[in-house]
């Protein structure tokens, strides 16, 4: 008797709960299937290449590789559907008018990447959307004020200059083999510690010095942890103590009241810091603390990457990397000075510069979800709710804008032939509302490092080590970026 009233009473409920489970999975299933069609229908216009109904197109480009991406390219010129699955698919572009037309809205940034940028970096401009981003961009903007990024300068050279010095050190005067990427990475970030908060840490001669600083052993493993694993055990990602704020906070009070403003050069925290204070809007300490790892994040690896390409290109193109370096001498002589005209006059380095920033353009991709329906100038037309991610890399590599995308020639950024293209041929910073804040602090540091480099040293490759890429949301190298380096008497 007993045990047919537990079975009556447990049954009922397990039943219901079965019942119940049933029906959700099966409205679930409903939602699943009219997303599908929906966005079927919303694709239809936009061939593509043929697409398995579970994996989408994700077999294609499952090594990553960007060949497959610039072959989609040259098939469909402007734009194709990608399917991740059988229910999402992204729209990619890669033509100017499309980019054009893209990039002068402001949607937000697609939430498949803010899922992942958010626990790592907190909420900065990045991942920040509507008002709150808008509030921020005009609080940090003064950062990149041309006076502030004159002052610069000096800071960047001296970072350069400690690198150099090692690479003396190891190379002596032969031809040396050095895995250069590992180095330019402390370097660029030794640089932004410096112009975010004026922090010497010696990283790029004594790592456990970065170790004290960061609170933990990790930052000096960044080239291997993978930031989002890191995240969820640690939190967040770079994590700069809340006394560094505190401090300056009460400095700044401090040098208000006694009006004594000596700084050689004034850092992220005093701008944003004083900027707050004068028109009334304030970040609280933890949005602070977001924008500084933002800057670190969006500024460390993308520098890292690329001052790496740039140098593997002139390695592997003597002629260009000879032309640089006779415009570099005759405008600094031993380079024991740099300034801010000095840096406007080398008009051939910049073609360079801006030829690898085209070859490898380091944020691969920008992706945003549309708040409403847009028309693209051929009469084509997506609704609202769909992903579209602007392939930085395949408007670079697109046949239909640039002869020949794989060979390096400076000479494409001549003013004649750059007059000729279209605004949105190229963006290696993005263009519109939300382009790069740091796009001037990135190409000064590449234009100092470069100059320093090329005074100092000849680069040449290794061919039994060609670059290969790994292509994250920032391209990395898959294994270091390794070059000769060979002391200039
Ligand atoms: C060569 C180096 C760099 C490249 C190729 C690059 C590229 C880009 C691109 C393509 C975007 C647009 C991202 C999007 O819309 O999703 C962007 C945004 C941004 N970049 Fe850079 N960047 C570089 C250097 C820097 C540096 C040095 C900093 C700071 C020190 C920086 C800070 C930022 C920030 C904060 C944003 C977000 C701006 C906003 O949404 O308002 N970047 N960058």
């Not at 009070?253 to 809007?281: H, M, P, R």
Request: proline share 6%.
């Amino acid at each position: 008797m007993d045990s047919s009233w537990l079975e009556t009473r447990w049954a009922r409920p397990f039943h219901l709960a079965f019942v119940f489970c049933l029906a959700l999975g099966l409205l679930q299933a409903i939602k699943l299937y009219l997303r599908r069609q929906r966005l079927l229908r919303d694709l239809r216009a936009f061939p593509g290449p043929s697409t398995h109904w579970f994996y989408g197109h994700q077999k294609l480009i499952q090594d990553g590789k960007l060949e497959k991406l610039e072959e989609l390219v040259e098939k469909y010129p402007r734009a194709f559907p990608f399917w991740v699955g059988p229910f999402q698919a992204f729209f990619y572009i890669y033509d100017p008018d499309y980019a054009k037309t893209f990039l002068s809205r402001t949607d937000p940034k697609s939430k498949y990447l803010c899922k992942f940028l958010v626990p790592c970096l907190g909420e900065g401009l990045l991942n920040l959307n509507g008002p709150k981003w808008f509030q921020h961009r005009r609080l940090i903007t003064p950062v990149f004020n041309f006076n502030i990024l004159r002052s610069y300068i000096k800071v960047m050279a001296h970072s350069v200059n400690i690198m150099l010095g090692k690479w003396e050190k190891i190379c002596g005067t032969q031809d040396t083999l050095v895995e250069v990427f590992g180095h330019i990475r402390l370097m660029t970030l030794d640089t932004l510690m410096k112009c975010i908060f004026s922090q010497e840490t010696n990283c790029q001669i004594n790592r456990q010095d970065l170790r004290l600083f960061m609170g933990h052993d990790l930052l000096c493993n960044l080239f291997t942890v993978i930031v989002f694993a890191v995240t969820l055990v640690m939190g967040n990602y770079y994590s700069i103590p809340d006394q560094i704020i505190q401090d300056r906070k009460n400095s700044l009070k401090d040098e208000k009241k006694q009006c004594n403003t000596q700084k050689k050069y004034q850092d992220f925290l005093d701008i944003v810091l004083s900027a707050q204070g004068e028109n009334g809007d304030s970040f609280s300490d933890t949005e602070l603390r977001s924008e500084v790892n933002t800057f670190m994040v969006a500024g460390q690896d993308t520098m890292g990457g690329s001052i790496s390409w740039l140098l593997y290109h002139l390695a592997q193109n003597p002629e260009h990397q000879e032309r640089c370096r006779e415009e570099i001498r005759s405008i600094l002589g031993d380079g024991s000075s740099i300034t801010w005209d000095q840096l406007g006059e080398m008009s051939y380095t910049t073609m360079c510069i801006k030829e690898s920033l085209r070859l490898i353009p380091t944020a691969l991709s920008i992706s945003r979800e549309l708040s409403k329906p847009i028309t693209f100038p051929d009469g084509h037309s997506l609704p609202a709710g769909i992903t579209v991610v602007l392939s930085i890399w395949g408007l670079h590599h697109n046949p239909a804008i640039w002869e020949n995308p794989k060979v390096f020639d400076p000479l494409r950024f001549s003013q004649e032939n750059a007059n000729q293209r279209h605004s949105h041929s190229f963006l290696p910073f993005s263009a519109g509302p939300r382009n790069c804040i740091g796009q001037h602090f990135a190409m000064i540091k590449l234009k100092v490092t470069i100059a320093l480099i090329l005074l100092r040293f000849r680069l040449t490759p290794d061919p039994t080590r060609p670059l290969s890429l790994l292509p994250q949301v920032i391209l990395k190298p898959k294994n270091g970026v390794h070059l000769y380096l060979k002391k200039l008497s």
